[in-house]
Protein backbone atom coordinates (compact mmCIF):
# COMPACT_ATOMS: atom_id res chain seq x y z
CA UNK A 1 0.00 0.00 0.00
CA UNK A 2 2.83 2.75 0.95
CA UNK A 3 4.25 1.66 -2.49
CA UNK A 4 1.65 2.52 -4.33
CA UNK A 5 0.42 5.87 -2.51
CA UNK A 6 4.55 6.68 -2.99
CA UNK A 7 3.85 6.33 -7.05
CA UNK A 8 0.09 8.03 -6.61
CA UNK A 9 2.16 10.84 -4.65
CA UNK A 10 5.10 10.77 -7.85
CA UNK A 11 4.79 13.91 -10.28
CA UNK A 12 5.25 13.31 -13.96
CA UNK A 13 7.28 15.03 -16.06
CA UNK A 14 6.27 17.97 -18.28
CA UNK A 15 6.07 15.93 -21.43
CA UNK A 16 4.70 12.98 -19.65
CA UNK A 17 1.93 15.44 -18.74
CA UNK A 18 1.38 16.78 -22.09
CA UNK A 19 1.52 13.49 -23.73
CA UNK A 20 -1.09 12.41 -21.52
CA UNK A 21 -3.21 15.54 -22.28
CA UNK A 22 -3.25 15.33 -25.43
CA UNK A 23 -3.69 11.72 -25.80
CA UNK A 24 -6.96 11.83 -23.74
CA UNK A 25 -8.28 15.43 -25.20
CA UNK A 26 -8.02 13.63 -28.51
CA UNK A 27 -10.16 10.40 -27.28
CA UNK A 28 -12.32 13.12 -25.90
CA UNK A 29 -12.57 15.45 -29.02
CA UNK A 30 -13.66 12.31 -31.08
CA UNK A 31 -16.15 11.49 -28.16
CA UNK A 32 -17.19 15.10 -28.60
CA UNK A 33 -17.87 14.65 -32.24
CA UNK A 34 -19.15 11.26 -32.62
CA UNK A 35 -22.12 12.85 -29.89
CA UNK A 36 -22.19 15.86 -32.46
CA UNK A 37 -22.66 13.14 -35.16
CA UNK A 38 -25.10 11.87 -32.99
CA UNK A 39 -27.04 15.11 -32.26
CA UNK A 40 -27.06 16.03 -36.22
CA UNK A 41 -28.12 13.03 -37.45
CA UNK A 42 -30.80 12.09 -35.18
CA UNK A 43 -32.02 15.45 -34.09
CA UNK A 44 -30.46 18.47 -36.59
CA UNK A 45 -31.27 16.80 -40.27
CA UNK A 46 -34.95 15.92 -38.71
CA UNK A 47 -35.47 19.55 -37.05
CA UNK A 48 -32.64 22.37 -37.38
CA UNK A 49 -35.09 24.35 -34.50
CA UNK A 50 -34.65 20.96 -32.28
CA UNK A 51 -30.52 21.26 -31.72
CA UNK A 52 -31.08 25.24 -31.51
CA UNK A 53 -33.05 24.66 -28.38
CA UNK A 54 -30.40 22.59 -27.08
CA UNK A 55 -27.26 24.63 -27.78
CA UNK A 56 -29.20 27.56 -26.39
CA UNK A 57 -30.35 25.61 -23.03
CA UNK A 58 -26.30 25.40 -22.13
CA UNK A 59 -25.77 29.62 -22.57
CA UNK A 60 -27.10 30.48 -19.06
CA UNK A 61 -25.10 27.81 -16.92
CA UNK A 62 -21.93 28.08 -18.98
CA UNK A 63 -22.03 31.90 -18.25
CA UNK A 64 -22.26 31.61 -14.10
CA UNK A 65 -19.89 28.78 -14.47
CA UNK A 66 -17.25 30.55 -15.83
CA UNK A 67 -18.11 33.95 -14.69
CA UNK A 68 -18.51 33.01 -11.10
CA UNK A 69 -16.05 29.78 -10.27
CA UNK A 70 -14.11 28.94 -13.22
CA UNK A 71 -11.33 31.86 -12.31
CA UNK A 72 -10.60 30.27 -9.45
CA UNK A 73 -10.14 26.98 -10.53
CA UNK A 74 -6.48 27.05 -12.06
CA UNK A 75 -5.18 30.31 -12.29
CA UNK A 76 -6.07 32.15 -9.43
CA UNK A 77 -5.77 29.18 -7.12
CA UNK A 78 -2.76 27.14 -7.84
CA UNK A 79 -0.15 29.49 -7.53
CA UNK A 80 -1.19 29.76 -4.02
CA UNK A 81 -1.44 26.02 -3.54
CA UNK A 82 2.11 26.05 -5.53
CA UNK A 83 3.40 27.83 -3.05
CA UNK A 84 2.59 25.98 0.08
CA UNK A 85 3.87 22.83 -1.77
CA UNK A 86 7.00 24.61 -1.73
CA UNK A 87 7.26 25.44 2.12
CA UNK A 88 6.18 21.72 2.77
CA UNK A 89 3.05 23.13 4.28
CA UNK A 90 0.07 20.27 3.07
CA UNK A 91 -1.93 21.38 5.89
CA UNK A 92 -2.61 24.79 4.33
CA UNK A 93 -3.21 23.27 1.13
CA UNK A 94 -6.24 21.26 2.43
CA UNK A 95 -7.36 24.16 4.36
CA UNK A 96 -7.64 26.05 1.14
CA UNK A 97 -9.52 23.69 -0.75
CA UNK A 98 -11.70 22.85 1.95
CA UNK A 99 -13.02 26.85 2.04
CA UNK A 100 -12.81 27.14 -1.55
CA UNK A 101 -14.94 24.21 -2.10
CA UNK A 102 -17.24 25.79 1.03
CA UNK A 103 -17.55 29.06 -0.41
CA UNK A 104 -18.05 28.12 -3.83
CA UNK A 105 -20.77 25.12 -2.83
CA UNK A 106 -22.65 27.67 -0.79
CA UNK A 107 -22.55 30.11 -4.03
CA UNK A 108 -23.62 27.61 -6.79
CA UNK A 109 -26.16 26.16 -5.27
CA UNK A 110 -28.09 29.48 -5.19
CA UNK A 111 -26.92 29.81 -8.96
CA UNK A 112 -28.76 26.43 -9.61
CA UNK A 113 -31.74 27.53 -7.40
CA UNK A 114 -32.08 31.03 -9.98
CA UNK A 115 -31.27 29.19 -13.02
CA UNK A 116 -34.32 26.71 -12.47
CA UNK A 117 -36.55 29.58 -11.54
CA UNK A 118 -36.43 32.06 -14.36
CA UNK A 119 -34.62 29.18 -16.68
CA UNK A 120 -37.70 30.19 -19.19
CA UNK A 121 -37.46 34.19 -19.30
CA UNK A 122 -33.78 33.81 -19.41
CA UNK A 123 -34.10 32.06 -23.11
CA UNK A 124 -37.12 34.35 -24.41
CA UNK A 125 -35.65 37.81 -23.35
CA UNK A 126 -31.92 36.88 -23.46
CA UNK A 127 -30.28 34.36 -24.96
CA UNK A 128 -32.77 33.21 -28.18
CA UNK A 129 -35.73 35.21 -28.18
CA UNK A 130 -36.89 33.43 -31.75
CA UNK A 131 -37.41 30.03 -30.34
CA UNK A 132 -40.62 28.82 -31.38
CA UNK A 133 -43.20 27.95 -28.42
CA UNK A 134 -42.23 23.90 -28.63
CA UNK A 135 -38.24 24.94 -28.90
CA UNK A 136 -38.85 27.46 -25.64
CA UNK A 137 -40.51 24.61 -23.94
CA UNK A 138 -37.43 21.81 -25.09
CA UNK A 139 -34.69 24.75 -23.84
CA UNK A 140 -36.61 25.55 -20.89
CA UNK A 141 -36.83 22.08 -19.55
CA UNK A 142 -33.55 21.11 -20.57
CA UNK A 143 -31.85 24.62 -18.59
CA UNK A 144 -33.88 23.30 -15.08
CA UNK A 145 -32.38 20.04 -15.77
CA UNK A 146 -28.72 21.28 -15.90
CA UNK A 147 -29.32 23.39 -13.24
CA UNK A 148 -26.67 21.80 -10.91
CA UNK A 149 -24.47 21.60 -13.18
CA UNK A 150 -22.27 24.64 -13.02
CA UNK A 151 -22.04 23.65 -8.85
CA UNK A 152 -21.26 19.75 -10.15
CA UNK A 153 -18.17 21.63 -12.31
CA UNK A 154 -17.20 23.62 -9.55
CA UNK A 155 -16.49 20.88 -7.31
CA UNK A 156 -15.17 18.93 -10.28
CA UNK A 157 -12.56 21.56 -11.08
CA UNK A 158 -11.23 22.11 -7.79
CA UNK A 159 -10.48 18.73 -6.63
CA UNK A 160 -8.44 18.29 -10.16
CA UNK A 161 -6.53 21.69 -9.54
CA UNK A 162 -5.73 20.09 -6.38
CA UNK A 163 -4.37 17.45 -8.48
CA UNK A 164 -2.45 19.47 -10.91
CA UNK A 165 -0.54 21.07 -8.70
CA UNK A 166 0.98 17.95 -6.87
CA UNK A 167 1.84 16.99 -10.39
CA UNK A 168 -1.31 14.24 -11.15
CA UNK A 169 -3.02 14.85 -14.32
CA UNK A 170 -4.70 11.57 -14.93
CA UNK A 171 -7.72 12.26 -13.43
CA UNK A 172 -8.29 15.65 -14.73
CA UNK A 173 -7.77 14.51 -18.51
CA UNK A 174 -9.82 10.98 -17.93
CA UNK A 175 -12.82 13.57 -16.07
CA UNK A 176 -14.77 15.10 -18.90
CA UNK A 177 -14.51 11.82 -21.08
CA UNK A 178 -17.50 10.53 -18.71
CA UNK A 179 -19.81 13.63 -19.43
CA UNK A 180 -19.34 13.28 -23.25
CA UNK A 181 -20.15 9.11 -22.78
CA UNK A 182 -23.33 10.06 -20.78
CA UNK A 183 -24.55 12.47 -23.45
CA UNK A 184 -23.85 9.70 -25.97
CA UNK A 185 -25.77 7.23 -24.24
CA UNK A 186 -28.50 9.89 -23.87
CA UNK A 187 -29.41 9.48 -27.70
CA UNK A 188 -29.96 5.87 -27.23
CA UNK A 189 -31.92 5.90 -24.22
CA UNK A 190 -34.33 9.15 -24.54
CA UNK A 191 -34.14 9.44 -28.14
CA UNK A 192 -38.17 8.10 -28.46
CA UNK A 193 -39.52 8.95 -24.99
CA UNK A 194 -37.93 12.45 -24.46
CA UNK A 195 -36.33 13.64 -27.37
CA UNK A 196 -33.99 16.24 -27.54
CA UNK A 197 -34.76 16.95 -23.60
CA UNK A 198 -33.34 13.51 -22.90
CA UNK A 199 -30.11 14.68 -23.86
CA UNK A 200 -30.47 17.39 -20.96
CA UNK A 201 -30.63 14.52 -18.66
CA UNK A 202 -27.64 12.82 -20.08
CA UNK A 203 -25.62 15.96 -19.42
CA UNK A 204 -27.24 15.78 -15.85
CA UNK A 205 -25.32 12.41 -15.52
CA UNK A 206 -22.58 13.29 -17.07
CA UNK A 207 -21.91 15.90 -14.58
CA UNK A 208 -21.63 14.24 -11.42
CA UNK A 209 -19.97 10.78 -13.07
CA UNK A 210 -17.09 13.83 -13.99
CA UNK A 211 -17.39 15.04 -10.01
CA UNK A 212 -16.94 11.21 -9.22
CA UNK A 213 -13.90 10.57 -10.98
CA UNK A 214 -12.96 13.71 -9.85
CA UNK A 215 -13.22 12.54 -6.15
CA UNK A 216 -11.06 9.39 -6.89
CA UNK A 217 -8.37 11.55 -8.12
CA UNK A 218 -7.75 12.33 -4.62
CA UNK A 219 -6.67 8.87 -3.79
CA UNK A 220 -3.32 8.62 -2.08
CA UNK A 221 -2.97 12.30 -1.57
CA UNK A 222 -4.25 11.85 2.00
CA UNK A 223 -6.69 14.63 1.68
CA UNK A 224 -8.34 16.02 4.65
CA UNK A 225 -11.27 18.18 4.43
CA UNK A 226 -12.32 20.66 6.69
CA UNK A 227 -15.79 22.29 7.19
CA UNK A 228 -14.63 26.11 7.83
CA UNK A 229 -14.35 29.06 5.85
CA UNK A 230 -11.23 30.48 7.44
CA UNK A 231 -12.14 34.48 6.01
CA UNK A 232 -8.96 35.50 8.17
CA UNK A 233 -6.13 33.43 5.97
CA UNK A 234 -3.73 35.79 3.93
CA UNK A 235 -3.74 33.19 1.09
CA UNK A 236 -7.61 32.78 1.07
CA UNK A 237 -8.04 36.41 0.29
CA UNK A 238 -5.46 36.47 -2.11
CA UNK A 239 -7.26 34.08 -3.97
CA UNK A 240 -10.84 35.84 -3.70
CA UNK A 241 -8.71 38.97 -4.76
CA UNK A 242 -7.58 37.08 -7.87
CA UNK A 243 -10.78 35.49 -8.74
CA UNK A 244 -12.74 38.81 -10.05
CA UNK A 245 -10.68 39.53 -12.23
CA UNK A 246 -10.34 35.94 -13.72
CA UNK A 247 -14.16 35.30 -13.70
CA UNK A 248 -14.60 38.37 -15.23
CA UNK A 249 -12.80 37.63 -18.07
CA UNK A 250 -14.22 34.25 -18.06
CA UNK A 251 -17.93 36.06 -17.73
CA UNK A 252 -17.67 38.07 -20.53
CA UNK A 253 -16.13 34.98 -22.88
CA UNK A 254 -19.50 33.77 -21.91
CA UNK A 255 -21.73 36.96 -22.28
CA UNK A 256 -19.97 36.79 -26.07
CA UNK A 257 -20.97 33.52 -27.08
CA UNK A 258 -24.92 34.34 -25.73
CA UNK A 259 -24.70 37.41 -28.15
CA UNK A 260 -23.20 35.14 -30.49
CA UNK A 261 -26.21 32.90 -30.03
CA UNK A 262 -28.61 35.33 -30.30
CA UNK A 263 -27.69 37.04 -33.48
CA UNK A 264 -27.42 33.01 -34.87
CA UNK A 265 -31.35 32.54 -33.82
CA UNK A 266 -32.03 36.09 -35.81
CA UNK A 267 -30.95 34.43 -38.86
CA UNK A 268 -33.23 31.48 -38.86
CA UNK A 269 -33.32 27.63 -37.98
CA UNK A 270 -30.11 25.80 -37.97
CA UNK A 271 -27.42 28.56 -38.05
CA UNK A 272 -26.91 28.10 -34.20
CA UNK A 273 -26.65 24.79 -34.67
CA UNK A 274 -23.78 25.13 -37.70
CA UNK A 275 -22.24 27.92 -35.34
CA UNK A 276 -21.72 25.53 -32.80
CA UNK A 277 -20.22 22.36 -34.58
CA UNK A 278 -17.95 24.62 -36.29
CA UNK A 279 -16.32 26.11 -33.15
CA UNK A 280 -16.69 22.61 -31.72
CA UNK A 281 -14.35 21.65 -34.33
CA UNK A 282 -12.38 24.81 -34.34
CA UNK A 283 -11.95 23.42 -30.50
CA UNK A 284 -9.95 20.21 -30.95
CA UNK A 285 -6.85 21.95 -32.12
CA UNK A 286 -6.60 24.71 -29.66
CA UNK A 287 -7.75 21.48 -26.88
CA UNK A 288 -5.44 19.45 -28.17
CA UNK A 289 -2.11 21.72 -28.81
CA UNK A 290 -2.52 24.91 -26.66
CA UNK A 291 -4.88 24.41 -23.51
CA UNK A 292 -3.63 20.63 -23.36
CA UNK A 293 0.54 21.88 -23.44
CA UNK A 294 -0.27 24.94 -21.40
CA UNK A 295 -2.07 23.06 -18.59
CA UNK A 296 0.60 20.66 -18.60
CA UNK A 297 3.20 23.66 -18.33
CA UNK A 298 1.61 25.59 -15.71
CA UNK A 299 2.00 23.94 -12.43
CA UNK A 300 5.77 23.96 -13.63
CA UNK A 301 5.68 27.89 -14.56
CA UNK A 302 3.79 28.15 -11.34
CA UNK A 303 7.00 25.99 -9.01
CA UNK A 304 9.91 28.62 -11.00
CA UNK A 305 8.29 31.19 -9.69
CA UNK A 306 7.74 30.09 -5.98
CA UNK A 307 11.37 28.71 -6.25
CA UNK A 308 12.43 32.60 -6.97
CA UNK A 309 14.15 31.12 -10.05
CA UNK A 310 12.94 33.52 -12.88
CA UNK A 311 15.79 32.86 -15.11
CA UNK A 312 14.52 29.42 -15.50
CA UNK A 313 10.83 30.32 -15.67
CA UNK A 314 11.61 32.58 -18.81
CA UNK A 315 13.52 30.09 -20.64
CA UNK A 316 11.08 27.38 -20.04
CA UNK A 317 7.80 29.96 -20.87
CA UNK A 318 9.83 30.81 -24.46
CA UNK A 319 10.77 27.28 -25.55
CA UNK A 320 6.93 26.11 -24.90
CA UNK A 321 5.54 28.97 -26.91
CA UNK A 322 7.65 28.41 -29.67
CA UNK A 323 6.71 24.64 -29.70
CA UNK A 324 2.93 25.84 -30.01
CA UNK A 325 3.96 28.78 -32.50
CA UNK A 326 5.19 25.59 -34.94
CA UNK A 327 2.49 23.81 -34.00
CA UNK A 328 -0.42 26.11 -34.43
CA UNK A 329 1.00 27.40 -37.94
CA UNK A 330 0.37 23.90 -40.30
CA UNK A 331 -2.84 23.24 -38.23
CA UNK A 332 -4.14 26.23 -39.33
CA UNK A 333 -3.33 25.70 -42.95
CA UNK A 334 -4.84 22.36 -42.81
CA UNK A 335 -7.81 23.99 -41.14
CA UNK A 336 -8.82 25.97 -43.99
CA UNK A 337 -7.92 23.31 -47.04
CA UNK A 338 -9.12 20.61 -45.38
CA UNK A 339 -12.55 21.98 -43.80
CA UNK A 340 -14.40 20.66 -46.22
CA UNK A 341 -13.59 16.98 -45.80
CA UNK A 342 -13.50 17.48 -42.06
CA UNK A 343 -16.99 18.79 -42.08
CA UNK A 344 -18.60 16.49 -44.32
CA UNK A 345 -16.76 13.22 -42.19
CA UNK A 346 -17.60 14.28 -39.04
CA UNK A 347 -21.39 16.21 -39.66
CA UNK A 348 -22.73 14.26 -42.87
CA UNK A 349 -26.12 16.48 -44.60
CA UNK A 350 -25.33 19.84 -42.87
CA UNK A 351 -21.35 19.78 -43.52
CA UNK A 352 -21.59 22.20 -45.79
CA UNK A 353 -22.73 25.26 -43.53
CA UNK A 354 -20.31 24.00 -41.09
CA UNK A 355 -17.29 24.05 -43.43
CA UNK A 356 -18.28 27.44 -44.80
CA UNK A 357 -17.96 28.78 -41.10
CA UNK A 358 -14.94 26.63 -40.30
CA UNK A 359 -12.92 28.51 -42.47
CA UNK A 360 -13.35 31.52 -41.37
CA UNK A 361 -12.11 30.44 -38.03
CA UNK A 362 -8.80 29.32 -38.68
CA UNK A 363 -6.81 32.36 -37.70
CA UNK A 364 -8.56 32.03 -34.61
CA UNK A 365 -6.75 28.50 -34.44
CA UNK A 366 -3.56 30.11 -34.50
CA UNK A 367 -4.69 32.77 -32.29
CA UNK A 368 -6.13 30.76 -29.46
CA UNK A 369 -3.69 27.94 -29.50
CA UNK A 370 -1.04 30.89 -29.12
CA UNK A 371 -3.23 33.00 -26.63
CA UNK A 372 -3.48 29.52 -23.93
CA UNK A 373 0.72 30.25 -23.38
CA UNK A 374 0.84 33.90 -23.51
CA UNK A 375 -1.89 33.76 -20.57
CA UNK A 376 -0.38 31.88 -18.74
CA UNK A 377 2.76 33.87 -18.28
CA UNK A 378 0.54 36.33 -16.29
CA UNK A 379 -1.10 33.91 -14.53
CA UNK A 380 1.59 32.21 -13.10
CA UNK A 381 3.08 35.72 -12.04
CA UNK A 382 -0.47 35.93 -10.36
CA UNK A 383 -1.34 38.81 -12.51
CA UNK A 384 -5.05 38.17 -13.72
CA UNK A 385 -6.24 41.43 -14.57
CA UNK A 386 -3.80 42.01 -17.62
CA UNK A 387 -5.43 39.24 -19.53
CA UNK A 388 -8.55 40.74 -18.28
CA UNK A 389 -8.50 44.08 -19.02
CA UNK A 390 -7.17 42.72 -22.60
CA UNK A 391 -9.90 40.15 -23.46
CA UNK A 392 -12.31 43.03 -22.27
CA UNK A 393 -11.29 45.44 -25.06
CA UNK A 394 -11.36 42.22 -27.88
CA UNK A 395 -14.49 40.73 -26.31
CA UNK A 396 -15.75 44.34 -26.85
CA UNK A 397 -14.63 44.40 -30.39
CA UNK A 398 -15.94 40.98 -31.58
CA UNK A 399 -19.45 41.93 -30.07
CA UNK A 400 -19.54 45.27 -32.17
CA UNK A 401 -18.01 43.06 -35.44
CA UNK A 402 -21.02 40.59 -34.56
CA UNK A 403 -23.91 43.26 -35.09
CA UNK A 404 -21.76 44.25 -37.74
CA UNK A 405 -20.62 41.74 -39.92
CA UNK A 406 -24.38 38.80 -39.21
CA UNK A 407 -26.57 40.57 -40.68
CA UNK A 408 -27.99 39.00 -43.48
CA UNK A 409 -27.31 41.66 -45.55
CA UNK A 410 -23.37 41.54 -44.63
CA UNK A 411 -21.78 37.82 -43.93
CA UNK A 412 -24.77 36.03 -42.42
CA UNK A 413 -23.94 33.26 -40.09
CA UNK A 414 -19.89 33.78 -41.31
CA UNK A 415 -19.86 37.34 -40.37
CA UNK A 416 -19.25 35.38 -36.39
CA UNK A 417 -16.50 33.50 -37.64
CA UNK A 418 -15.27 36.41 -39.01
CA UNK A 419 -15.62 38.34 -35.68
CA UNK A 420 -13.77 36.12 -34.27
CA UNK A 421 -10.89 35.77 -35.98
CA UNK A 422 -10.54 39.16 -36.10
CA UNK A 423 -11.35 39.70 -32.44
CA UNK A 424 -8.44 36.76 -31.15
CA UNK A 425 -5.85 38.04 -33.19
CA UNK A 426 -6.05 41.35 -32.00
CA UNK A 427 -6.20 40.07 -28.86
CA UNK A 428 -2.65 37.74 -29.03
CA UNK A 429 -1.15 40.56 -30.69
CA UNK A 430 -1.88 43.05 -27.33
CA UNK A 431 -0.75 40.06 -25.19
CA UNK A 432 2.64 40.16 -26.77
CA UNK A 433 2.94 43.84 -27.16
CA UNK A 434 2.43 44.20 -23.01
CA UNK A 435 4.81 41.78 -22.62
CA UNK A 436 7.05 43.25 -25.10
CA UNK A 437 6.67 46.83 -23.38
CA UNK A 438 7.16 45.77 -19.53
CA UNK A 439 10.65 44.20 -20.54
CA UNK A 440 11.76 44.63 -24.11
CA UNK A 441 14.61 42.35 -23.66
CA UNK A 442 11.71 39.15 -23.20
CA UNK A 443 11.82 38.63 -26.59
CA UNK A 444 15.42 38.20 -27.42
CA UNK A 445 16.80 37.72 -31.22
CA UNK A 446 16.89 33.82 -31.11
CA UNK A 447 13.21 33.72 -30.41
CA UNK A 448 12.63 36.26 -33.33
CA UNK A 449 14.44 34.46 -35.55
CA UNK A 450 13.06 31.23 -35.31
CA UNK A 451 9.64 32.79 -35.69
CA UNK A 452 10.60 34.21 -39.11
CA UNK A 453 11.89 30.58 -39.68
CA UNK A 454 8.68 28.98 -38.51
CA UNK A 455 7.00 31.69 -40.79
CA UNK A 456 8.61 30.54 -44.23
CA UNK A 457 8.54 27.01 -43.31
CA UNK A 458 4.41 27.33 -43.54
CA UNK A 459 5.07 28.99 -47.17
CA UNK A 460 6.23 25.84 -48.07
CA UNK A 461 3.27 24.02 -45.68
CA UNK A 462 0.68 26.25 -47.62
CA UNK A 463 1.54 25.28 -50.62
CA UNK A 464 1.79 22.04 -50.24
CA UNK A 465 -2.13 21.72 -48.83
CA UNK A 466 -3.33 23.94 -52.01
CA UNK A 467 -1.66 21.41 -54.02
CA UNK A 468 -2.97 18.04 -52.75
CA UNK A 469 -6.18 19.39 -52.13
CA UNK A 470 -6.46 20.13 -56.09
CA UNK A 471 -5.08 17.01 -56.59
CA UNK A 472 -7.75 15.17 -54.37
CA UNK A 473 -10.42 17.79 -54.61
CA UNK A 474 -13.77 16.69 -52.71
CA UNK A 475 -16.31 15.67 -54.81
CA UNK A 476 -20.05 15.72 -54.73
CA UNK A 477 -20.09 12.03 -54.38
CA UNK A 478 -17.52 11.49 -52.25
CA UNK A 479 -19.17 10.43 -48.41
CA UNK A 480 -18.15 7.57 -45.78
CA UNK A 481 -15.23 6.80 -43.78
CA UNK A 482 -13.25 5.25 -46.73
CA UNK A 483 -12.58 7.93 -49.08
CA UNK A 484 -13.12 11.06 -46.92
CA UNK A 485 -10.77 9.47 -44.46
CA UNK A 486 -8.02 8.69 -47.38
CA UNK A 487 -8.26 12.37 -48.66
CA UNK A 488 -8.01 13.63 -45.71
CA UNK A 489 -5.02 11.69 -44.46
CA UNK A 490 -2.98 12.05 -47.43
CA UNK A 491 -3.64 15.66 -47.23
CA UNK A 492 -2.40 16.38 -43.62
CA UNK A 493 -0.04 13.84 -43.82
CA UNK A 494 1.69 15.25 -46.56
CA UNK A 495 1.17 18.93 -44.96
CA UNK A 496 2.71 17.93 -41.76
CA UNK A 497 5.46 16.10 -43.88
CA UNK A 498 6.22 19.16 -45.77
CA UNK A 499 6.51 20.63 -42.53
CA UNK A 500 8.85 18.98 -40.71
CA UNK A 501 11.22 18.12 -43.31
CA UNK A 502 11.48 21.99 -43.75
CA UNK A 503 11.78 22.88 -40.11
CA UNK A 504 14.37 20.33 -40.14
CA UNK A 505 16.34 22.11 -43.21
CA UNK A 506 15.78 25.13 -41.40
CA UNK A 507 17.50 24.15 -38.26
CA UNK A 508 14.25 24.84 -36.02
CA UNK A 509 15.03 22.42 -32.39
CA UNK A 510 10.74 21.66 -32.60
CA UNK A 511 11.60 19.66 -35.85
CA UNK A 512 15.32 18.03 -34.46
CA UNK A 513 12.89 16.49 -31.61
CA UNK A 514 10.00 15.45 -33.52
CA UNK A 515 12.62 13.13 -35.92
CA UNK A 516 14.74 12.48 -32.77
CA UNK A 517 11.28 10.89 -31.63
CA UNK A 518 10.67 9.12 -34.76
CA UNK A 519 13.89 7.48 -35.37
CA UNK A 520 13.28 5.70 -31.49
CA UNK A 521 10.20 4.58 -32.48
CA UNK A 522 10.60 3.45 -36.08
CA UNK A 523 14.38 2.83 -37.15
CA UNK A 524 16.01 2.02 -33.65
CA UNK A 525 16.94 -1.72 -33.74
CA UNK A 526 15.63 -3.98 -31.11
CA UNK A 527 18.00 -6.76 -29.47
CA UNK A 528 16.83 -9.91 -28.75
CA UNK A 529 18.75 -11.56 -26.08
Known amino acids: MNRLLSRANKRISFGNAATLLIVVTLLGQLLGFFRNRLVSTNFTVVNPGSTDAFFAAFQIPDFFFLTIAAGALGVAFMPVLADHLERGDKEGVWELTSGLLNLLTMVMFVVAIVIFIFAGPLLHHVVAPKLTPEQLHDATMIMRIIALNPLLFTLSGILTSVQQTFGRFFFFAIAPLFYNLSIIASVYFFKHSLGIVGLGVGALIGAVLQLLVAMLGLWGLEFKY ?32 IVETNRAKLLGDGPVSYYNYATTLQNVPIMLFGTAIATAAFPRLADRLAQKRPDLFHAEFFKILRVMIWIAMPVGVLAYFARGYLARLLYGDVSRDVALIFGYLSLAIVCRIIYTMLSRYFYAQKDTKTPLFVSLFTIAMNIILVFQLARPSAYGMTGLALAQSTAAFIEVLLLATIMLWRDPALFNKAFWAACGRIISVTGFSTVTAFVMVSFLPLERADHGFAILGFKLGVICGATMLMHISMSALFGLEEAKVVLKKAYTLILRPIRIE
Open 226 to 257: KRNINMRSKDFRMILRQLPARSIDQGIDSINS
